[in-house]
């Protein structure tokens, strides 16, 4: 039996032991995934008890930087990245990934949208647009990135950092309404990547979709509600939109190609998610 899991301080919220364990059901798979409420000071132990018995784990907040330092390997995107959310463990070895970045980018293809050579606006500049700035840049994506005024080094710093390492350019916009609107008439994709919108807050939204021209897919990595202000917003004024859903499943299947080498069954586990989500309402 694989012994897989998810590590992370807390973990109560999170909808991966439903999705996973759907896949090891459909497909027959011998295999358990359970939640693991670890806090900081008792990663290193845990993680070196996980070495010996373990296939895998996924990693979350707050552990996906720090965990870094307890592994032996990186693939080249975690490296890039500079955070891990996917731990194979192999002959007493740690190796780390990071799949949100591809969870993203799978998501938008798996609704027929590629991101190659397209306008990429991400709002936020967090983890997750992290993970989904260097992704969209190695995919052939023109990045920019907007964050809150008050916090604006951290868009400037993840740019910098992203151009010097990928050689790409990444341009910073202000996030008030009259720098955002003219910039959007060169968007292709936007995306929130800030927790705006998100359960229990749900009325509130990082952009008012009023702005947003026509023809931009509007990409919203909340997946709790399923349909964001922002989605609903977007949605109603015609334009497509993507849920957050989409990046947390294929974030989970190419951990799964990694820890067990199969080929998820994705619509399973979109059903898992949307069901386990519906239920929690
Ligand atoms: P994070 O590291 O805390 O980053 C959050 C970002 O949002 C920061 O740039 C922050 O800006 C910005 N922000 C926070 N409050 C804001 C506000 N009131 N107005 C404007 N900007 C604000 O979080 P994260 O890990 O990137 O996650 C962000 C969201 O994505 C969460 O809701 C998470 O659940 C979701 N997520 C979804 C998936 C998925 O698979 N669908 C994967 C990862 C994350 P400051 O720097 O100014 O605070």
Redesign the pocket.
Known sequence: MDLLGLVGHPVGHSMSKVMHEAVFRKLGVSASYELFDVESGGLKSFIEGAREGFTGLNVT?PHKVSVIDFIDELSEVAELIGAVNTVKFEDGRAFGFNT?GI?FVESLRHEGVGVCGKNVLIL??????RAITFQSILEGAFVSLS??E??KQ?AVDLASEACGKTGGSVLVVDMDLESLKSHLAGVDILVN????G?HPRTEVS?IDAGIIPEGVVVVD???NPVETKLLREAGARGLKTVS?VG??VH?GAEAERIWLGIEPPLETMYKAVLTALDVRK
């Open positions: 907040i949100d969870g936020g500049a967090g983890g997750a647009a964050n809150r008050e916090e951290m990547a800030t927790p705006l998100m990082v990595i909340v997946y957050g990046m947390l974030q």
